[in-house]
């Protein structure tokens, strides 16, 4: 089997996971990124405040996601983009957790996703004095990024797993997850399906 897998990255508004204000993704196919896109995301209404740490970070303004598609809206093209693959991100129970959580907000099933963190490969494929994106992405051979771009950094990830496959002989996501002692996370628990109450 070959090495796919899709990478994912996740921005938000503020601290709640549910807050999802971009996301970029990137397919990789047979060890090699195949295709990439990303989108704004208007966050669901109660987690929809802008906080001013958050847009530090990231710098995505409020106004600049008041037409963008909400959660619902665009969690089919999320899932059309990824299909059956594994995700993978960097710190993955982040941006997995973003899809639970984005999903109860607006009573959307969550898909049931299987992931893969790259901080926990790069942990063990590197030595490194940090493992932040950046650091170990330089180490995967992936060179200066706007860090916080949420599909640069989906690209980022994808080329430390790329890497640390090409490192350990591993030829899919689940051997290279083997070889370096971790697993690969279950799927999502499922949010409850949209409850329809009468008028």
């Known amino acids: 089997m070959p090495l796919d897998f899709t990478a994912i990255d996740f921005e938000t508004a503020n601290s709640s996971p549910a807050s999802a204000c971009s996301v970029g993704l990137v397919r990789v ?7 990439q896109t990303g989108w704004l995301i208007r966050p669901p209404a109660g987690h929809d ?16 996601v008041e037409d963008a598609a909400g959660w619902s809206d ?19 129970g982040f941006d997995l957790n973003v ?12 898909p049931p996703y299987r992931s893969l963190c790259s901080l926990s490969v790069a942990r063990k494929v590197y030595d490194l004095d940090s493992y ?9 051979g992936f060179g200066m990024f706007p860090h916080h771009d ?8 994808a080329q430390i797993v790329i890497d640390a496959a ?18 690969i996370a279950d799927p999502l628990a499922a949010a409850p399906a949209k409850v329809r109450t009468a008028a």
């Open 29 to 35: 196919r047979d060890g090699v990124a195949v295709a």
């Open 49 to 64: 405040e802008f906080q001013e740490w958050n847009v530090r970070i990231h710098g995505i303004q409020a106004h600049e």
């Open 74 to 92: 665009q969690l089919d093209r999320l899932c059309a983009f990824a299909g059956a693959d594994v995700l993978v991100a960097h710190n993955a």
């Open 99 to 110: 899809i639970r959580r984005a999903c109860e907000a607006t009573g959307d099933d969550c």
């Open 132 to 140: 932040k994106l950046p650091v170990a992405a330089a180490a995967a």
């Open 150 to 157: 949420a599909l640069a950094d989906a690209r980022a990830c």
């Open 166 to 183: 090409r490192r350990t002989g591993s030829g899919t996501v689940l051997e290279l997850a083997d070889a370096v002692g971790i697993r």
